[in-house]
């Protein structure tokens, strides 16, 4: 039987607007129509009254680590968890994220591929959760930003980590192109040093362009799109330059960062809320020192950079890096606070979430709008955001593929 949601209020995500009495008719999977409430007669359909809530498409995150718990210090963790320990962390992990209204996340580096077999059990229908884009890990140089530093004298295997360590163009190639065999949707690489990462410097560039270039090439010729983590302005500017379709985090910007990002319709994934949430509890909550520093460091100059590429029309996702500490899965909606204290409007940061976000995933015409021949990927909420932001998070109703999660 057909499903018809009946809707008071409903975000537009195409026009960036508000519609009044609308009923979405879903088919399965997918949303059939979208009509006038006057226009609905009721006959055969499984009815679900949301009149009294704010209606929107199913929320997207850019960027978080399912494999990661948000202890202070989840580098222990990964060092006592096996892969069997992570996977089962990872899918719990994700069915809080679809259970928040996030029915589809990207995954922004994990171990072992842990985030690919989640994603896989989760399409075979094994088990609830949200759509997963899986990148497997992410790679970097020796010494560099997740390549962790342990004594000298012991090793990881190059799976075994959430990273693979390239030192070359053709590193980098082979790397690229070992992820994308088993299961990648994407390729992410650190382009610079990192906040929780012990001796690295946060601005330092730690792959050479033609590093990363080659990376990009890769991810070019599979179909694939790249995400790098990349905070200091020299990494931005190689990686923006050799192609790569998003900047995680870009704290430390100048005008020709953006200016760049302008140029080659690059996108940015600020993940405000994991730096917020390391300064905010600080070394007194169990946080190394050097991380707590450094992202002090970083929250310095990332407003004045987020703001720049606001004005200059740089495309915004939302995306959090849940996982880190004290930024926990399932519990992050502040990121739509935070971004509207960078500069947003309530429509603005919506549509980090909706439109902007299916459009860096390369599946606007899947989901990030309530629209015919879409997936039937819908969320409510109670309250209205388009005033109080806040609401985004009173979460009232979830359905993904047409299947309700929560009402």
């Known amino acids: 039987m057909k499903k018809a949601i009946k809707c008071g209020k409903l975000f537009d995500s195409v026009e960036g607007k508000v519609l009044e009495s609308k009923v979405i008719i879903v088919d399965g999977k997918k949303i059939d129509a979208v009509i006038p409430t006057g226009e609905f007669s009721g006959d055969g359909y499984e009815v679900i009254d949301l009149s009294d809530k704010f209606v929107l498409p199913g929320l997207i995150d850019c960027h978080m680590h399912l494999g990661s718990s ?17 996977a089962l962390a990872s899918l719990k992990n994700a069915q809080k994220h679809l259970m928040a209204g996030f029915t589809t996340v990207r995954n922004c580096g994990s171990a072992g591929f842990t985030d690919v077999a989640v994603r896989n059990a989760i399409d075979k229908g094994m088990f609830e959760g949200p759509r997963v884009l899986a990148c497997g890990p992410a790679l970097g140089s020796t010494g560099g930003h997740t390549d962790m530093n342990y004594n000298p004298h012991l090793t990881v295997h190059e799976s075994g980590d959430q990273s693979l360590i390239v030192d070359s163009p053709d590193a980098a190639r082979k790397a690229a192109r070992y992820v994308i065999k088993h299961g990648a949707n994407l390729i992410k690489f650190m382009a610079t040093g990192g906040v929780m990462s012990r001796g690295t410097t946060i601005g330092a560039q730690q792959l050479t362009y033609d590093e990363i270039r080659a990376i990009c090439e890769i991810g070019e010729m599979y179909g694939v799109h790249t995400a790098t983590h990349a905070h200091g302005t020299n990494g931005i500017k190689d990686a923006v330059k050799a192609g790569v379709t998003s900047v995680e985090h870009g704290m430390i910007m100048d005008e020709e960062c953006v200016e760049l990002m302008v140029k080659k319709g690059t996108y940015l994934s600020p993940t405000i809320i994991a730096a917020k949430r390391i300064v905010d509890n600080g070394v007194e909550a169990g946080i190394a020192d050097y991380a707590v520093a450094k992202a002090k460091q ?5 407003e004045w950079g987020f703001r720049k590429c606001l004005e200059a029309g740089v495309p915004i996702v939302f995306g959090t890096d849940c996982g880190t500490p004290f930024n926990l899965h399932g519990e992050q909606y502040d990121e739509f606070t935070y971004l509207m204290d960078f500069g947003m409007n309530h429509t603005q940061a919506i549509l980090a979430a909706t439109q902007v976000a299916a459009k860096l995933l390369r599946m606007w015409d899947n989901i990030g709008s309530v629209c015919p021949g879409k997936y039937a990927d819908i969320v409510a909420v109670d309250g209205n955001p388009m005033s109080n932001i806040k609401d985004m998070e009173k979460m009232s109703f979830i359905m993904k593929d047409g299947v309700v999660y929560s009402k």
């Open 298 to 302: 970083a929250i310095s100059t990332h």
């Open 70 to 86: 948000g202890a202070a210090n989840s580098m222990i963790e990964r060092l006592i968890s096996t892969h069997g320990d992570l």
